[in-house]
């Protein structure tokens, strides 16, 4: 990749982190604060209604309890139990009438007998029915000042039902009065929609077996008292959550038509209904929403803004750099022509510098090391120029007096003259050309020169594999190579019978070449180390300059292959070496 991609990439990804981290921080940052807010105000509404709830409650126990210890009530009472007087009952429902007439909150107050019976009504029709079986007897007779609950009478008109013991002067409950009130304030204060939004309301709700049934009308449905319901054990309910005596905030309930609304629960001991205030989550979010989608926008222009910045930004900044790469590839190739021309006064223009003067100082040294080597070739071929034609002269001359032993010995030497001369013109040639030329090489042929040149004694046995590819190698180079391998493998040899053996095997993608010899081996410690310059694999005093194995290393890899040595010490060592096939 690219460095101006990476940089492109580096500057796109940090800009779009930091714009995440701050539009995530902000947006959460803002809904925790507005949530506070309406959890505030839903506390606030809940404790405002509930305290108005306890005051109406309040009031009906009073006049519960007014109507219950009332002595000519009590009287009453006695009388009808005591059969004392025909007209008893009469009399006493006249009395309740008149309490009805007086008080406009009554819609009908009525007198249960220990056994459930209406002994005593404001409304005739009721007048000595037995209510045993109704919640007015049954809640009523458990305890004083009771709520008995909500009711529709038959024009559908929902009323409120409460009662108190009536208990006389030796203490012991005589009948239950039962108080049939208007259902208007409660109404009023539910149907309150003040504060609350478009979908926020105050619910009530009492248990009724495994549900909670809404005991008023609800602002989304006006026929809800005493008809809907929700589970009582679904505890994503808002009111569900109440009954079960959970007093706080609920961020994430439901309410009666199964939006996600936030709440404020709370629950009534004294008579235990539910209270719900609670709106719509959506419309509480409303701003918080907004704002998510504003800082959306934001963000989307910012991180397209800093994506154009970031590719001209990314181009500026890596336009030096790549000069650099480019002038190291020039480098490379031999040309120290070009230069860096950076104007900026940074870390980048020193380095550009730098480089330039590197390069001037290496073209030099380059130069300098090319007539060097031109001048050493030049000199050391003067006297193979003699000795070659000096060989030829000898023989011709002293033809008639050489022995055929000694004429051959002239014509190797004469041989190894000009082998010498055709080595010394490779150096020559290696070191004016940009780079080694490749060429197919006989491999057999190649190693029988070498050997010939190498000469080993007699009692080494060199085994060159049959019928081996030809390489593409530059020639001086393979046989550096070869000779050096071959040339220590003879070098350190320490057994009476020596062997020495060439073989190749090839591979998916290259040649692999071994020299395996039966010597005296190497020690492992110094097995990675031999391929230093002047680092020698043993210790005893043998002639050896120690660089020849870090020459070939760099012919090796300088050709995309690599080298490596097994070995024991004792019974000998095997190099490793491969040839690209391509």
Do not use: C
Request: net charge neutral; charged share 20%.
């Amino acid at each position: 990749m690219k460095i101006k991609t990476q940089i492109f990439l580096l500057f796109l990804l940090l800009s779009v982190f930091l714009t995440s981290l701050f539009a995530v921080t902000i947006y959460h940052f803002t809904k925790a604060l507005v949530l506070k807010q309406v959890d505030s105000h839903l506390e606030s509404v809940s404790e405002t209604k509930t305290a108005q709830l306890r005051n109406m409650i309040g009031n009906i126990h009073e006049m519960s309890s007014f109507l219950s210890k009332n002595q000519a009530i009590i009287k009453g009472v006695g009388k009808i139990q005591q059969d004392m007087q025909p007209n008893a009952g009469r009399e006493l429902s006249i009395h309740l009438s008149q309490y009805v007439i007086d008080i406009l909150k009554f819609r009908k107050i009525y007198i249960l007998d220990t056994l459930g019976s209406v002994v005593a009504s404001s409304d005739s029709n009721i007048l000595h029915r037995n209510l045993s079986r109704t919640s007015a007897y049954l809640k009523g007779k458990e305890s004083i000042n009771q709520i008995i609950g909500f009711f529709y009478d038959a024009d559908h008109t929902l009323f409120l039902k409460a009662s108190d013991l009536i208990i006389n002067q030796k203490n012991e409950w005589i009948g239950i009065v039962v108080i049939d009130l208007n259902a208007d304030e409660f109404l009023e204060l539910v149907n309150d929609y003040t504060g609350l939004g478009r979908s926020g309301e105050t619910n009530m709700a009492m248990a009724q077996g495994e549900y909670a049934l809404y005991m008023t009308p609800l602002k989304f449905d006006r026929n809800a008292a005493l008809t809907r319901k929700v589970n009582l054990h679904d505890k994503e309910y808002a009111m569900s959550l109440a009954l079960d005596q959970q007093t706080g905030f609920q961020e994430n309930a439901i309410d009666y038509m199964g939006h996600h609304v936030i709440a404020y629960t709370r629950y009534l001991p004294e008579t235990g209904w539910g209270i719900v205030t609670k709106i719509d989550k959506e419309e509480a979010l409303v701003g918080v929403y907004t704002l998510q989608r504003i800082l959306l926008m934001i963000s989307l222009f910012f991180i397209g803004t800093i994506f154009i910045a970031s590719f001209f930004l990314g181009g500026y900044i890596a336009r030096p750099i790549e000069q650099l790469i480019e002038l190291t590839n020039n480098v490379k190739e031999g040309n120290f022509k070009p230069k860096i021309t950076i104007s900026a006064k940074s870390e980048l223009g020193t380095l550009a510098n730098s480089f330039n003067e590197m390069t001037e100082k290496l073209e030099k040294k380059m130069d300098d090391l090319d007539k060097f080597a031109y001048i050493v070739s030049h000199d050391l071929k003067s006297p193979l120029n003699t000795i070659t034609p000096l060989m030829e002269l000898i023989q011709k001359d002293r033809e008639t007096i050489l022995s055929q032993e000694s004429k051959r010995m002239m014509k190797m030497a004469e041989d190894k003259a000009i082998q010498m001369k055709e080595l010394i013109d490779q150096v020559l040639l290696s070191a004016t050309e940009d780079s080694l030329q490749k060429e197919v090489i006989n491999t057999n042929r190649l190693l029988d020169q070498i050997l010939e040149n190498l000469n080993p004694p007699a009692h080494i046995s060199v085994y060159v594999q049959k019928n081996l590819p030809p390489m593409r190698y530059h020639k001086v180079s393979l046989l550096q190579i070869f000779q050096n391998l071959i040339g220590n493998a003879i070098k350190y040899m320490d057994k009476s019978q020596g062997e020495i053996k060439v073989s190749l095997i090839k591979q998916n993608s290259h040649y692999l070449f071994s020299i395996q010899d039966n010597g005296r081996g190497i020690e492992r410690h110094l097995l990675e180390r031999i391929f230093g310059i002047f680092e020698k694999g043993h210790n005893e005093v043998i002639e050896s300059s120690g660089i020849g194995l870090s020459i070939v290393k760099r012919i090796i890899e300088e050709n995309k292959g690599r080298i490596w040595v097994e070995s024991e010490v004792g019974i000998g060592s095997t190099f490793y070496f491969t040839i690209p096939l391509s």
